[in-house]
DNA sequence: ATAGGGTTAATT
DNA sequence: AATTAACCCTAT
C-alpha cells in the first residue's frame, strides 16, 4: 500500500535549512548528496526537500490558505512599484560589501498629495493593524515588520506608511487596544487578563513567561524565511528588499535608543538587547541581498 | 532536475 | 469542517 507518510523530524528540518545555507535554494540535489546531509535525508528525495522548503516558508510568513492568490497578488505589486530610486546600485561591484545602498528611498517620492487615497488608508490602518494582529494569529504577537507585511500583502500602501504605522501602533497600545509586549503586539483579549493595562506590568509578564529562549528562535525562523527568499529574488527585488531592511534597521535602532531612554535600568537593558538584536538581523539579511545582487 | 499546480493524508 | 503538510503530476 502507499507510503503512510512520513511527517519531517526537526533533525530532518534543520539539516534541509543547513542545506539551503550552504548550497542555495534549489540545489535540493546537491543538498542531499553533501555527505554533512546525506544521513539525516536518506529517508528523503530532492523534490521532498523542495516541497518541504515551499512548506517551511509558506508557513513562515504566516499565510492562510490562500497563500497563493496572496502571493500572485504580492508579486504584481512589487513589480509595479519600482521606482527606480534603488536601481542605481550596481555601479560598485568589486569590495563593497557593506553600504552600496544609500536608503532613503521610503521617506518622501515625487508625490504631491493624493488626499483621497492617503486619507482612506490613514482611515483605515487602525482596523488594519489590528486584523493583522488577529488573523496572524501568532502566539507571541506580531511585530511591526509582520504587521507591515500583512498589510503591504493585501492592500495597496502609502508610498511610506512605516512612519504612519510606528505612530498608530503606538497609539494603539497606549489605548490599550493593543498589548506591546517586547516589540510584539497582540490583541488585549488574548492576553487572559484584560483589566490590567499598565504597560510596564505586561511588560514584565511577557518578560518572564517569554524568558528569552521563546523570543529568538521564532525571529531567527523569519529571519531564515526572508533570507531564502532573497535567494530567489531578481536583483531588482533584492534591491528593494535590502534598502527597506536598512530603512527598517535604522528604524529599529532609533527605537531602541528612545526605549533605553525613557525605561528604567533593568528593562532597558532588555529591551535594548531585544532591538539590537532585531536590527543586528536586518543588517544581516540586507548584507545578504546585496551580496547576491553582487553576484547577479 | 526543478518549479509549480494539484491531490490526499493527517491535524486541529 | 477547515487547515496544514506530505505526496504526486506535469511542463519547462
Known amino acids: 500500500m502507499g507510503a503512510p507518510k512520513q511527517r519531517w523530524t526537526p533533525e530532518e528540518e534543520a539539516a534541509l535549512k543547513a542545506g539551503v545555507r550552504k ?6 540535489r546537491t543538498i542531499l548528496k553533501d555527505p554533512e546531509f546525506s544521513g539525516v535525508l536518506s529517508m528523503r528525495s530532492n523534490v521532498d526537500l523542495k516541497d518541504k522548503w515551499r512548506n517551511i516558508n ?15 497578488l504580492k508579486k504584481s505589486r512589487q513589480i509595479s512599484r519600482h521606482d527606480g530610486a534603488l536601481v542605481s546600485v550596481g555601479t560598485t561591484v568589486e569590495d563593497t560589501d557593506t553600504e552600496i545602498i544609500d536608503a532613503k528611498p521610503l521617506t518622501m517620492s515625487s508625490e504631491p498629495h493624493q488626499t ?16 493583522a494582529v488577529t488573523n496572524l494569529k501568532e502566539p507571541a504577537g ?50 487572559a487578563f484584560s483589566e490590567e493595562k499598565s504597560s510596564k506590568l505586561l511588560l514584565l509578564e511577557g518578560r518572564q513567561r517569554e524568558s528569552r529562549v521563546d523570543i529568538k528562535p521564532l525571529l531567527k525562523s523569519q529571519v531564515d524565511a526572508e533570507l531564502a527568499r532573497t535567494q530567489s529574488m531578481t536583483a531588482q527585488e533584492a534591491a528593494a528588499l535590502a534598502a527597506k531592511a536598512v530603512a527598517e534597521a535604522e528604524a529599529a ?41 553582487i553576484q547577479v
Open 253 to 293: 535602532i532609533a527605537e531602541a535608543e528612545e526605549a533605553a531612554r525613557e525605561a528604567e535600568a533593568a528593562e532597558a537593558d532588555a529591551e535594548a538587547a531585544q532591538a539590537f538584536a532585531e536590527a543586528a538581523m536586518l543588517t544581516l539579511r540586507n548584507k545578504n541581498a546585496t551580496k547576491l545582487m
Open 142 to 191: 506580531s511585530d511591526k515588520a509582520a504587521i507591515a507585511m500583512y498589510i503591504e500583502d493585501r492592500y495597496w500602501p502609502p508610498t511610506d506608511f512605516k512612519q504612519l504605522l510606528s505612530a498608530k501602533l503606538k497609539a494603539l497600545t497606549s489605548s490599550g487596544r493593543l498589548i506591546k509586549v517586547k516589540r510584539k503586539y497582540s490583541t488585549p483579549s488574548s492576553s
Open 23 to 28: 548550497h542555495g535554494v534549489g540545489k535540493w
Open 58 to 72: 509558506v508557513t513562515a510568513y504566516g499565510w492562510g490558505s490562500r497563500g497563493k492568490a496572496r502571493a500572485a
Open 116 to 131: 483621497t487615497g492617503q486619507k482612506r488608508s490613514l482611515f483605515r490602518l487602525d482596523t488594519l493593524i489590528l486584523e
